[in-house]
């Protein structure tokens, strides 16, 4: 498996990934007012970000998803997530965190209880010194959103084992928490678009790249819900089909004896064609008993308005009417001693608890990039590529461009020696720091308005 989203090695080749899971590289120049995690390359992926981006262009509303898992205390790492969260945010987003403790009571073994705990005292107590607006932001617990629960069941109609083991790698002796987590996950994705949480709207999940395949499952268990499949023909229009379903038959206007009733056929035709005219698109062409319906003025380009009359349509006829989830992805800094980053070894982290004196420590230790010798460094330059106290700026702690570009050149050049590129990363990583103790003591009120 090149992703297990529970036991991620560490991804060597990122190029490789986008292409063979067909994610799409995302051109910072292309975003609004981008982070320097995304003009860094470290925000480098998507599926169909467009989805959101061309609704805030617009002025429609779209929403925010994602989670986090409370089996630990929150790093560096961790933040990420969060620090995406908030950009979409600040771009008009509203922003829904799911705290998985159904995931870390099944695939860790926590009590509920614990996850409760490490949630609010690790998690969202940082979250209050992050910056989110808590009029816009919602976070709740697994276990006690039924509707997403009901949600992954649903779901997960749409899917099988085959399709697990393909994603996952399962095999005989997975624990079934495994295959639970990701169906509840699904349910977290999609629940924001229900109408008692928003309603139907664009949805991101900002997320590691370890999290793809859930977002892949998601997708296409969600694409095999929609009542109205909208795709590509071979004049370079589009053509929408009907999706005959166990749950549909009679509205698509299938017979008990499995013929066709004409006139409910024409009815359910007729009336996705409003729905394709209330878009805007008007040369249809169609054909009731194959169920389909060409629209000669419409392109890939128009297909999302088109899918979300559609969407909107199966809604009124008592379907899910789901979208397919958006997706943005990070890459993982490296651990602090060269290797992974994790939780359950402090010295390869900071934890946003951390002390001054203990990240201070932390990164005097940290894997570097220098030479042996002080002569060697100054003859062939440090590799910053691979050097955490610069990578940690990168990721981090210098959101200057400039001041990270002359560090780094400084670095490769010899000019700028281990301690000293160490000693800058302390610096800037502890003030950075206090501002963060600060901001989060400040604010705890707002833990209860995110749970809220
Ligand atoms: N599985 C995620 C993790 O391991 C946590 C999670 C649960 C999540 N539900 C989610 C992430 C929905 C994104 C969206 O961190």
């Given at each position: 498996?090149?992703i297990?989203?529970?036991?991620?090695k560490?991804?060597k080749n990122?190029?490789?990934?986008?292409?063979?899971?067909?994610?799409?590289?995302?051109?910072?120049s292309k975003?609004?007012n981008?982070?320097?995690?995304?003009?860094?390359?470290?925000?480098?992926?998507?599926?169909?970000?467009?989805?959101?981006?061309?609704a805030?262009?617009?002025?429609?509303s779209?929403?925010?998803l994602?989670?986090?898992?409370?089996?630990?205390?929150?790093?560096?790492?961790?933040?990420?997530?969060?620090?995406?969260?908030?950009?979409?945010?600040d771009?008009?987003?509203d922003?829904?965190?799911?705290?998985?403790?159904l995931?870390a009571?099944a695939?860790?073994?926590?009590?509920?209880?614990?996850?409760?705990?490490?949630?609010?005292?690790?998690?969202?107590?940082?979250?209050?010194?992050?910056?989110?607006?808590p009029?816009?932001?919602?976070?709740?617990?697994?276990?006690?959103?039924?509707?997403?629960q009901?949600m992954?069941?649903?779901?997960?109609?749409?899917?099988?084992l085959?399709?697990?083991?393909?994603?996952?790698?399962?095999?005989?002796n997975?624990?079934?928490a495994?295959?639970?987590?990701?169906?509840?996950?699904?349910?977290?994705?999609?629940?924001?678009?229900?109408?008692?949480y928003g309603?139907l709207?664009?949805?991101?999940v900002?997320?590691?790249?370890?999290q793809?395949?859930?977002?892949?499952?998601?997708?296409?268990?969600?694409?095999?819900?929609?009542?109205f499949?909208?795709?590509n023909?071979?004049s370079?229009?589009?053509?929408?089909?009907?999706?005959?379903?166990?749950n549909?038959?009679?509205?698509m206007?299938?017979?008990?004896?499995?013929?066709?009733d004409k006139?409910?056929?024409?009815?359910?035709?007729?009336?996705?064609?409003s729905?394709?005219?209330k878009?805007?698109?008007?040369?249809?062409?169609s054909?009731?008993?194959?169920?389909t319906?060409?629209?000669?003025?419409?392109n890939?380009?128009?297909?999302?308005?088109?899918?979300?009359?559609?969407?909107?349509?199966?809604?009124q006829?008592?379907?899910?009417?789901?979208?397919q989830?958006?997706?943005t992805?990070?890459?993982?800094?490296?651990?602090?001693?060269?290797?992974k980053?994790?939780?359950s070894?402090?010295?390869?982290?900071?934890?946003?608890?951390?002390?001054?004196k203990?990240i201070?420590?932390?990164?005097?230790?940290?894997?570097s990039?220098?030479?042996?010798?002080i002569?060697?460094?100054?003859?062939?330059?440090?590799?910053?590529?691979?050097d955490?106290?610069?990578?940690?700026?990168?990721?981090?702690?210098?959101?200057?461009?400039?001041?990270?570009?002359?560090?780094?050149?400084?670095y490769?050049?010899?000019?700028?020696l281990?301690?000293?590129i160490?000693?800058?990363?302390?610096?800037?990583?502890t003030?950075w720091?206090?501002?963060?103790?600060?901001?989060?003591?400040?604010?705890?009120?707002?833990?209860k308005?995110?749970?809220?």
């Amino acid at each position: 498996m090149e992703i297990d989203p529970w036991a991620s090695k560490g991804i060597k080749n990122y190029d490789e990934i986008c292409e063979k899971f067909g994610l799409e590289k995302i051109d910072s120049s292309k975003l609004p007012n981008p982070t320097h995690l995304h003009r860094r390359g470290i925000i480098f992926a998507h599926r169909d970000l467009d989805s959101v981006l061309n609704a805030r262009k617009s002025g429609k509303s779209f929403g925010v998803l994602s989670g986090l898992m409370p089996s630990g205390q929150m790093h560096l790492g961790h933040k990420m997530v969060i620090d995406q969260a908030k950009w979409f945010q600040d771009l008009g987003g509203d922003v829904t965190i799911a705290v998985a403790d159904l995931e870390a009571h099944a695939t860790r073994g926590l009590s509920l209880e614990k996850c409760r705990k490490y949630a609010v005292e690790e998690y969202i107590s940082n979250y209050a010194g992050m910056g989110l607006n808590p009029e816009k932001t919602s976070i709740y617990f697994q276990s006690e959103r039924s509707i997403v629960q009901k949600m992954g069941f649903t779901l997960g109609t749409k899917t099988n084992l085959s399709e697990m083991e393909a994603i996952y790698g399962f095999s005989g002796n997975t624990s079934l928490a495994h295959v639970q987590s990701p169906l509840v996950q699904a349910g977290d994705i999609v629940h924001p678009q229900l109408d008692e949480y928003g309603g139907l709207r664009p949805i991101v999940v900002p997320v590691g790249i370890d999290q793809d395949p859930h977002i892949r499952l998601t997708r296409g268990m969600v694409s095999k819900t929609n009542w109205f499949n909208v795709n590509n023909n071979k004049s370079g229009n589009l053509t929408i089909g009907l999706s005959i379903q166990d749950n549909n038959q009679e509205i698509m206007g299938i017979r008990s004896d499995g013929g066709i009733d004409k006139n409910q056929r024409k009815m359910i035709i007729d009336r996705a064609i409003s729905a394709i005219n209330k878009a805007g698109y008007k040369e249809i062409n169609s054909n009731p008993k194959h169920g389909t319906i060409d629209v000669k003025d419409a392109n890939t380009e128009n297909r999302a308005e088109i899918q979300y009359e559609l969407l909107t349509l199966e809604r009124q006829l008592g379907g899910m009417g789901l979208m397919q989830p958006s997706s943005t992805y990070h890459q993982f800094a490296v651990g602090m001693t060269g290797g992974k980053m994790s939780s359950s070894q402090p010295e390869t982290t900071i934890f946003l608890n951390d002390s001054m004196k203990s990240i201070e420590k932390k990164i005097k230790a940290s894997f570097s990039g220098g030479q042996s010798t002080i002569e060697e460094h100054r003859s062939k330059g440090g590799n910053p590529e691979i050097d955490v106290a610069y990578q940690y700026l990168r990721y981090f702690f210098e959101e200057d461009d400039n001041e990270l570009n002359k560090i780094r050149e400084e670095y490769i050049s010899g000019e700028l020696l281990t301690g000293e590129i160490k000693a800058i990363c302390v610096d800037k990583a502890t003030t950075w720091m206090k501002t963060h103790h600060e901001l989060k003591d400040q604010n705890q009120h707002l833990v209860k308005d995110f749970l809220n």
